[in-house]
């Protein structure tokens, strides 16, 4: 897809995401964020990223859509912390179909969730993403994203049966 549709092109069109969208967007989650993709990150993507967003906050569910094909998706949600004056966004999803990624789907998508967001009072719109994944980052700078901040995760196998050292009694 190019940036500026052609007259064969139809322009994606943004609304609020359906139950019966839900297969769909699963499926290029699926595409998207695979176990190579989201290696680090502490969440993955499952059936339960989407019908835990949408039942909390059905508005910041999108996707985008040209005729009855849905072309991307962004999931968010709203944060209000303990002792802090500020509203916060958080964009937890936005997928794009890779065969329209170099469109205008994921700014549109997240222009429109933005809008939502500042309308809902949210005073700062957070996103994480792997600290390689360079092509998100790249993507969210454009957007106007700064102050990149890398996060350190660890992980602990609990599956995994503890070896032990064996200290020889004289």
């Not at 936005?94 to 205008?104: A, H, I, M, P, Y």
């Not at 009072?121 to 700078?141: C, H, K, Y």
Request: positive net charge; contains cysteine.
């Amino acid at each position: 897809m190019s940036e500026t549709p052609t007259s064969n092109e139809e322009a994606p069109r943004i609304r609020e995401m359906t139950i019966d969208d839900f297969p769909e967007v699963f499926h290029i989650g699926e595409q998207v964020f695979t176990a190579e993709y989201s290696q680090s990150l502490y969440r993955t993507w499952d059936e339960y990223e989407i019908t835990t967003l949408y039942n909390s906050d059905t508005e910041l569910c999108l996707v985008a859509e040209a005729g009855e094909r849905i072309l991307g998706f962004a999931l968010g949600t709203t944060v209000i912390k303990h002792n802090s004056p500020w509203k916060y966004g958080y964009l937890v999803w936005l997928g794009v179909r890779k065969n329209t990624q170099k469109g205008q789907v994921g700014s549109r998508l997240f222009k429109e969730i933005r809008r939502r967001m500042k309308e809902q009072g949210v005073r700062m719109i957070i996103i994480d993403t792997s600290a390689d994944n360079e092509p998100a980052i790249r993507f969210f700078q454009k957007q106007g994203f700064g102050d990149i901040q890398k996060h350190v995760y660890m992980t602990l196998n609990l599956s995994r049966k503890a070896r032990k050292k064996r200290v020889k009694k004289p």
